[in-house]
DNA sequence: ATTTACTATCGAAATTTTCGATGATAGGAG
DNA sequence: CTCCTATCATCGAAAATTTCGATAGTAAAT
């Protein structure tokens, strides 16, 4: 049973006519006439009875109309859905590291919910490598990198802005204030840094090894609001960037050392795949994203 | 959009696969593809995302789903509720000489409404060319005529039945009990006959007109039962079927005059039009009177 | 009696659907 | 790392279906 049929069927039913519901629908009276044949073949009964040229609805055939209103109403509100709000409703995955989902969750997420309260949005944390998968895959809607600067002819980038990273201790460190330090006057210090995966702390990794150096942290953990917690009360050294570390950069607990010979380009990138179908409410967070969490 | 893209699309989204639908299906992996694109270019949005060789339901396609599934299921339904019980269910619209209704009334009706008791009936009267005529524009489902026997290659004679015939007095008349009577010795009686458009009348009429006789009846009424009555109770004569008259002659209020020259042939005939369709409670129905009514 | 209006049917034309082959690409096996 | 397999997209050709126009048959209207 097709669509095309049943339509023609119901302005037959109409009209009452096979000649004014072709006329109606654009076909040859013919083709009416085939159509409502076909159909009653494929259901084995007679919709219409034909009794000198006046057509009749029969029991089945009167049955049938609401069945078609019925299905013909449903595609009409699939239809008009589509076009309409209710994109506005809609589930948003986003992937991003520890760090920038508690930042989000902190400063934004209300912000946006209030602007969208139908979109549900879930949150996952993962390293790069994770993240990237997930966009291959298509698990994540959108991912937020803290990484070198990633490029691929898959992916889009949305957003990007090159971070500031520092080396951070508590201010009350032995290093506090002093001016030109290299890495190689700190390495032997405790370090507390993100895990490897992370992919600040994998170039991080990558840079001190083109100097032939390494650090093994004293701890490693993802959540960066422990780290500078932990350094701001310990004589730890962590290296982040500074969009986590300046509320207490500003409160005074934390200060950053001048080192001058490690410089990194850590880039905040907002990526998803080139085959997304961008739904209207991703597409709302995305700009809602343009627009906010990058300005600091 | 057609049926058989949307039934597509519902195998598609619950395999996750373009080539396990289109085995499912038993169509090519190009012919499943086609559709999908074909849904999609109709309603201007993407249903899948495919990205690296796996596809998943956009938010639309999501939605598309649930609404597919309801018009799936309607169409089931209707479907099976043809092959099903649903057909006791009815209308039967019988038109018939207010003698026969009254009779059927009476009788048949509560026994055949018990028995089918979700069949509405709809009793009209109607006299014979009034009946043939709605039998020719589809509004009586049966009819059943008192009349000359009807025959016509549109109709269809489902039972019939020659009635016999008699001219009645009441019990006390002058004539009761007087042997071979002529039609003239009662023509200038005060007579009492259904009208004119009655099928019985019609031809009694008539065959009296090749006699070059006339009757000018004193009352002409539809209602048989009111006939009887007043035939009983007066010298009033009429000319009825025994199945009218039946009651009023076993409790010997009435009787037949003993007429040999007047012979006329009416037959009690059920008949449809030859392109009705037959439910099955009009089916059911037609057995119905065939089996119990025109036993009489 | 003639014309008009309506549906059924038929063969031809037009359109749509389907298929098979091919290409591209990711993932897994060896 | 390479080969093999699985997957979806695309294309042209073939098949199937739909549509049309013409015609017929019939009832109703004029």
Redesign the pocket.
Known sequence: M?L??LITFIH?AEL?????A?EQL?????????????LEEELNCLL?E?I????TLTERGHKLISYAHQIRALIDDYKEGLGGEQDLKGHIHIVSPDSVCEEMINSNYIDFHNKYPSVSIQFTTGDSSVMLDML??NEADVIITLDQHLYNK?YIIAKEELLSMHFVASAGSKFAGMKNLSIKDIISEPFILTEYGQGYRRVFDKELAKKSLEIVPVLEIGRTDIITTMVASSNMISYLPDFVTKPLIESGKLCYLDVKDINIEIWKQLIYHKNKWISKSLKAFIDYVKEKEFSS
Request: glycine fraction near 6%.
């Open positions: 097709e095309r049929n037959v009452g006519s096979f000649t004014k072709a654009g076909y040859s009276q013919s083709t009416v006439s085939f159509q409502i044949k076909q219409f034909r000198n040229h006046t057509i291959d895959h898959d």
